[in-house]
């Protein structure tokens, strides 16, 4: 330290850094030390807040509040004393304060110029800068808890769910009262389908205010994901009759609504919800998301002037050019319908990051890994229950017709697309970067006996949740886990497995126009999405040559065509009787949360086996890609060298 009272810049630093050093092991030679550098340059924030530490470190906690206090008073946007001040009231049991105090860190955070352009930066969707500032932010601050929860955005934003789980979690460790942050774990809960969890940490909310009305609306979504949707229903109905303003509430009771085949209540809805906002995007596409529903002329109109409004996020963008594809599409308007279902495609491929080779190399370790040989060696392992019946394959294949016939029976309940078995597949990948080789499957090589038989037992447990009548048997529908057809195989060797096949140009044609909300970023390219498509094929014609006969294949065209004979088939595929309601199964009442609700309320719906061919002339990319698989369909191929 410098002479006559003035500190020398780099004095100062090394007597900050020694300072810190003794803070772990010697705190009271860190406060004293402290206490030096203050004597020389009073009020100085970085050894005042140095000082807090060391006293509380040293059992001292009213010295260390009182030298906190003192720094928040000369410098009201300090985080750091903020947070500490947090963590004393937390410990002497003051919650209130503890909320209080975090609720100040938070808001001098928001003065931190890294986060602000952070922030702005997630704003423009500009993910790898975002991250970049965050993770320096954290390097400097490692309990920076606004800078977590804000990196957690981000993971959420690209599908890293289990990452920003990970960070939520230590946020909220770091500051239990930190309610947004708990908010935020419960979405990402949600967003993993595990809707138990999600409850515990609203519910942790609502008893901290029973009127939180964000808390409600989300814990109606998670009601409807546990499949309880009248309750669901009923807190929308409560949060509407507060504040029936507010479009995002009209849109999430439209879902519901849906759900239980209330179309025309569903329908007001989402009318509600663009009268409120009529540049609210996903009402619109809703309305064409339920297929049945035709849009009038001055629908039209009014998506038109939304496009041009100057509060359009690239979301509501990205959903109106969906909408309007389908009602163009309908009016026989072809070119203009692609043009639409282009942009909405476009738009949605720069939000959402995906890699082709990713799925084609996983597709080659899987096909070369599930040999005939690996279920040889491993015969009579895995957990023996029958209950699960698997409806894989490509999205907007038919399967949740399939389903629909499935759940007519008295023995099987549906329980739509469930999350489990990617959720496994995930724990067994571990956290490998991009670039790295995932382990697996390669791992479930070295799995015992017992622990293949515990991952089995492990989905069958996760997945009770969401079954709630007697029935011995339930559908999980969810398709992408055609990828995961060895896993499935391997741990529940006597579960039913149905693929459901459909024209590769009309099954990829269906999905490109199909605004999904996650989970099948493929499916925004033609390119990627024929990609998706010929590597799918493949895992299903190596696994049916590895494993004759596990898998029964529906061909979509041919339910079409002869819907009894593929009924009868289908059932006893899966060794159940045959019963009268699956021929009628558009009679069976039952919630239906996927974009075909509406069709299979009705008879076979035939009307969109060939509907691809209007827009063949435009689809190039599907063609070149998908070649032999169209000419030879629904013929499948083994490719040798696979």
Known sequence: MGAGGQANTADLKTALDHARGLLLHEPALAAEQAGEILKVIPNQADAMLLLAEARNRSGDPAGALAVAERLVSAMPGHAGAWRLIAGLQRAAGDDRAAQAATAHELAAATSDPRLIRAGRALIANDIPQAEALLRQALRDNPTDIAAIRMLAEVAGRIGRYRDAEVLLLRALELAPEFDAARHNLAIILFRQARPADARIEVERLLARDPRDRAARNL??????????????????????????????????????????????????????????????????????????????????????????????????????DFALGKAHEDRGEDDTALDH????????????????????????????????AFFAAREGWGCPARDPIFVLGMPRSGSTLIEQILSSHSAVEGTSELADIGAIAKR??????????????????????????????????RTRVHRHSDRPRFIDKMPNN??????????????????????????????????????????????????????????MARFDAEQPGAVHRVVYEAMVADSEREIR???????LSFEPACLAFHKTERAIRTPSSEQVRQPIFTEAVDQWQRFADRLAPLHDILGGLVEEYPAIRVEEDA
């Open 219 to 320: 814990l109606a979504a998670i009601l409807s994901q546990l499949g309880d949707h009248d309750a669901s229903i009923a807190l929308y109905d409560e949060l509407l009759a507060e504040h029936d303003g507010h479009p995002w509430l009209w849109l999430s009771h439209g879902h519901g609504l849906k759900t239980i085949g209330r179309t025309a209540d569903a329908i007001a809805a989402y009318r509600r919800a663009v009268a409120i906002r009529p540049e609210t995007g996903e009402a619109w596409w809703s309305l064409a998301n339920l297929k049945t529903f035709r849009f009038s002329d001055a629908d039209v109109a009014a998506m038109r002037a939304a496009l041009g409004s100057r509060t359009l996020t690239q979301d509501d963008r990205a959903q109106l």
């Open 341 to 372: 279902y282009l942009a909405g495609n476009a738009m949605r491929r720069r939000m959402v990051p995906y890699r082709a080779d990713d799925t084609t190399e996983h597709v080659d370790r899987s096909a070369s890994f599930f040999t005939a």
């Open 569 to 575: 088939a289908l059932l006893a595929a899966a060794g």
């Open 482 to 539: 055609w990828a995961h057809v060895g896993l499935i195989r391997l741990i529940l060797p006597n579960a039913t497995i149905i693929d459901t096949r459909r024209h590769p140009i009309g099954n990829c044609w269906s999905v490109f126009k199909q605004n999904f909300a996650r989970g099948h970023a493929y499916g925004y390219d033609l390119a990627d999405l024929g990609r998706y498509y010929a590597d799918y094929v493949r895992m």
């Open 428 to 461: 067994l990948s571990g956290h490998a970067r991009r670039g790295d080789a995932s382990p697996y499957p390669d791992n479930l090589a070295a799995l015992t006996r017992e622990e293949v038989r515990a991952l089995g037992e492990d989905y069958i447990e």
